[in-house]
C-alpha cells in the first residue's frame, strides 16, 4: 500500500450518496437465494460477480440500472432487509472509515413484488442504523427514493411515505430515468416535502443535458443535486453561478459516471472543476458491491485521474459534513473526527 493509499484509508469520510440496493454482498446474495428457493444465474461467487457487478463501462444508465436485478431479487425478509443494512454500514465503517453516512433507497423499487410492508421495512432499516451507531463512532440517515420510471402515483404514494415518516429519515430524493420523466412533472407535489421541511436532494445532469439541471434547481429547488455532471456543459457558466447561488451541494460520484458512460474517461469528469469554480462538492462510491468501488477507490481514483490534491478531498468531506441532511447537533459531534488534511 503507498503512502497515498494509506493516508486515505485512514481518513475519516463523510457519504451522502450511497444506495442500500447497492450494498448487497455477493455472498449474501447465494445465501440468501439458497435459503429462499430464489432463481440466480449461477451460485458460483465468482461467476456471478461477472453478472451482478461491473467490470467496465455499461452503454448507457438505463443498462446499468438493470444491474440491480439480482441485488434487488433478494430483499425478500425483514431479516434480509436486516442483514444487509447492517454490512452496508460495517463495510462503511470498518473498511473504509466512513462517520457520517446517508444510505438511500427506494421503497417501491426495492419492495416491488415482495411481500414486505413499507412501513416496517423502514422501522428494520432505522433500528438496524440506530444499533449500529450506538456501538461504533458513526452517524447514519435515511433518505427516501421516489423512482421516477414506476409513474407519479409511486412518487405520490412515497412522498407522503416520506411525510409521515418524518421523524425517521434525513431526507428525500428522486431517482433514475430523469430524460422521460423531467423535473417540472414533479414541481407540485413536492410542495409536500418542503411543507415539512424534509430536505431535497435530487438525481439530476447525470445523461442528458445541463438544461435538466436548471430545471430541477428552478422546479424542485433541491438542497443537493446527484451527479451534477451535464452542469459544466452549460456554456454561459450560468448553471454553475446558480448552483453556488442557491448553497447547493453537488454529490459527485465519478468512478459511476464512468461506467455510465456519463464521462469518457475519468480525466474528463468535471469534479476538480467544480472545486475550482467554489461549488460546494461531497465525493460519493454510489452503489459500491454493483460497481466494484468503495470511497478508498474514489478518493484514489479522484487524486490520481482527476487531478485533486489531498486538501481537495478534504473540502470535499468538509462540503459533504455541512451539506449532511442530519441534525445540526449530529453533524456537529461528527465534525470531532475531521480533522484538516495536508495538501
Known sequence: MTELETAIKTMPKVELHRHLEGCVRIPTIIRTALRHNLKLPTFDAA?????????????SLT?????FEIAQSVFV?????EE?????????YRKENVRLLELRYSPDFMLKGKDLDWQKTLEVIASAAHSFQRKYPVFTGIIIIASRSYGMDSVLKTIDFAVKNKALIAGFD????????????????VKKLHEAEIPLTIHSGEEGRFGQVLDA?????????????????????????????????????????YLTRAVARLEDHPLKKFIEAGVSVSIGADDPEILDT???????????????????????????LAASFLPPDKKQEAAKWFAPQGS
Open 47 to 59: 461467476e456471478l460477480s461477472k453478472t451482478a457487478r461491473l467490470s467496465g463501462p455499461m452503454d
Open 63 to 67: 443498462e446499468v440500472l438493470k444491474m
Open 77 to 81: 425478509s425483514y431479516g434480509v432487509v
Open 84 to 92: 444487509i443494512t447492517r454490512q452496508a454500514l460495517e463495510d462503511a
Open 174 to 189: 428522486f431517482a433514475d430515468d430523469e430524460i422521460n420523466y423531467p423535473a417540472a412533472l414533479y414541481a407540485e407535489a
Open 217 to 257: 434547481i428552478n422546479f424542485l429547488a433541491p438542497r443537493r443535486i446527484g451527479h451534477g455532471v451535464k452542469a459544466i456543459e452549460d456554456p454561459s457558466g450560468r448553471t454553475i453561478e446558480l448552483i453556488k447561488e442557491k448553497g447547493i451541494t453537488i454529490e459527485t460520484n465519478p468512478y459511476s459516471n
Open 294 to 320: 468503495d470511497l478508498n477507490k474514489e478518493y484514489l481514483l479522484a487524486v490520481e485521474k482527476t487531478g485533486l490534491s489531498t486538501a481537495d478531498l478534504a473540502y470535499a468531506n468538509k462540503c459533504a
